[in-house]
């Protein structure tokens, strides 16, 4: 299927021609015998490029997850070597993280747009033609401008691969994501991790550039969608509950649409703020309570779902979006571009207060 989709012999070319190499970890998850097969047998990576390839039941007893946190040594790996790509996957090889030269990391939002962006490097799209794209909710907005400025139908979606699939039997979606580092295409009706690990290499390929430089090329043409995740994971249920029954009821008050929150020498402004409720537009069903939704006038968005609250433990995730046209914008770290908006969202939820936990689990 992968030889039909993709150009096999321009990435082959690619790979020979010299560049740095490419670095992929499998995690020891399913995806690993693929990864020798494809990427080593028929494109010629070298056999030392495929780390972690052997599937084992406990993963090597680490935590199979494609993020800067879990996937840690693949970071340190290419920060020290002398890589052009590197790309991990979780244990069912559906889901990735791409990383540039010295670890340059690509969020699974700018992934997915430049994907969009470039989509017509990948014959399997040239031949099928290119639908409509879309994203979860809590996924940075990024596709949306590509969507836009290509003239394709866009969709908003809860969080759930089923409402993505809905679109694609319907005919109306080539290409879709979401923030968890899952990246798919109608070619099947899931998230495939090696296939978009495979459209990357397509796109370097035909675009000889770096994958530094084709993000800052993208963000000239689209501007930059900044983007952070913060997880609080095994958060006692009850003050979970508790904050995200207090949000919502702030959020709803039709007082809070106006109000300004500033930290440092940022003030943002409330535009809307809502429980995301999505309409299927194939089947006409509802999905309310889809997530807290703060929007500013400026675009910027803050984000919290709730899930697991049972007597494990809850996980609390917070997402924030915020965009920005100046190019003098776009080389700055994530982290700080986001921090106040990081600080005003912790501020409104009261989550340290409620919750007692003053630093997330994991920050993507």
Same mark, same amino acid.
């Given at each position: 299927?992968?030889?039909?989709?993709?150009?096999?012999?321009?990435?082959?070319?690619?790979?020979?021609?010299?560049?740095?190499?490419?670095?992929?970890?499998?995690?020891?998850?399913?995806?690993?015998?693929?990864?020798?097969?494809?990427?080593?047998?028929?494109?010629?990576?070298?056999?030392? @490029?495929?780390?972690?390839?052997?599937?084992?039941?406990?993963?090597?007893?680490?935590?199979?997850?494609?993020?800067?946190?879990?996937?840690?040594?693949?970071?340190?790996?290419?920060?020290?070597?002398?890589?052009?790509?590197?790309?991990?996957?979780?244990?069912?090889?559906?889901?990735?993280?791409?990383?540039?030269?010295?670890?340059?990391?690509? !969020?699974?939002?700018?992934?997915?747009?430049?994907?969009?962006?470039?989509?017509?490097?990948?014959?399997?799209?040239?031949?099928?033609?290119?639908?409509?794209?879309?994203?979860?909710?809590?996924?940075?907005?990024?596709?949306?401008?590509?969507?836009?400025? !290509?003239?394709?139908?866009?969709?908003?979606?809860?969080?759930?691969?089923?409402?993505f699939g809905n679109l694609m039997d319907?005919?109306?979606?080539?290409?879709?994501?979401?923030? @968890?580092?899952?990246?798919?295409?109608?070619?099947?009706?899931?998230?495939?991790?090696?296939?978009?690990?495979?459209?990357?290499?397509?796109?370097?390929?035909?675009?000889?550039?770096?994958?530094?430089?084709?993000?800052?090329?993208?963000?000239?043409?689209?501007?930059?969608?900044?983007?952070?995740?913060?997880?609080?994971?095994?958060?006692?249920?009850?003050?979970?509950?508790?904050?995200?029954?207090?949000?919502?009821?702030?959020?709803?008050?039709?007082?809070?649409?106006?109000?300004?929150?500033?930290?440092?020498?940022?003030?943002?402004?409330?535009?809307?703020?809502?429980?995301?409720?999505?309409?299927?537009p194939i089947d006409g069903s509802i999905s309310k309570k889809q997530g807290l939704?703060?929007?500013?006038?400026?675009?910027?968005?803050?984000?919290?779902?709730?899930?697991?609250?049972?007597?494990?433990?809850?996980?609390?995730?917070?997402?924030?979006?915020?965009?920005?046209?100046?190019?003098?914008?776009?080389?700055?770290?994530?982290?700080?571009?986001?921090?106040?908006?990081?600080?005003?969202?912790?501020?409104?939820?009261?989550?340290?207060?409620?919750?007692?936990?003053?630093?997330?689990?994991?920050?993507?």
């Open positions: 299927m992968m030889k039909e989709i993709f150009d096999f012999e321009s990435i082959k070319g690619f790979l020979a021609s010299g560049k740095p190499g490419l670095l992929i970890n499998s995690m020891h998850g399913v995806v690993g015998p693929y990864v020798k097969r494809i990427l080593c047998e028929e494109l010629g990576m070298p056999e030392s @490029s495929a780390v972690n390839c052997i599937p084992l039941e406990d993963f090597g007893g680490h935590h199979p997850d494609p993020n800067l946190t879990y996937a840690i040594d693949l970071v340190n790996a290419m920060k020290d070597g002398d890589y052009i790509l590197g790309a991990a996957f979780d244990g069912d090889g559906d889901r990735n993280m791409i990383l540039g030269h010295k670890a340059f990391f690509v !969020t699974p939002s700018d992934s997915l747009a430049v994907i969009a962006a470039n989509i017509d490097v990948i014959p399997y799209f040239r031949k099928t033609g290119v639908k409509g794209f879309s994203r979860s909710m809590p996924t940075a907005g990024a596709v949306d401008r590509v969507a836009a400025k !290509t003239g394709r139908e866009f969709f908003e979606v809860p969080t759930g691969w089923k409402f319907a005919g109306r979606l080539s290409l879709c994501g979401e923030e @968890s580092f899952g990246t798919g295409s109608d070619h099947i009706r899931e998230k495939d991790g090696l296939w978009a690990c495979l459209a990357w290499l397509s796109i370097l390929a035909a675009r000889k550039m770096t994958v530094e430089e084709i993000l800052k090329d993208h963000w000239l043409m689209f501007g930059r969608n900044f983007f952070t995740r913060y997880d609080y994971e095994n958060v006692d249920s009850a003050p979970a509950n508790q904050m995200m029954n207090n949000l919502e009821k702030a959020i709803l008050d039709p007082s809070f649409a106006g109000c300004l929150f500033s930290h440092a020498n940022k003030t943002y402004k409330v535009a809307k703020a809502d429980n995301f409720e999505y309409t299927d939704r703060i929007i500013f006038e400026d675009g910027s968005r803050v984000v919290f779902r709730l899930s697991g609250t049972g007597s494990s433990g809850a996980t609390i995730r917070l997402y924030i979006d915020s965009y920005e046209a100046e190019e003098a914008m776009h080389s700055l770290n994530a982290q700080d571009v986001l921090k106040p908006l990081v600080e005003i969202a912790l501020k409104i939820s009261q989550l340290r207060e409620l919750t007692g936990r003053q630093e997330p689990t994991v920050i993507t």
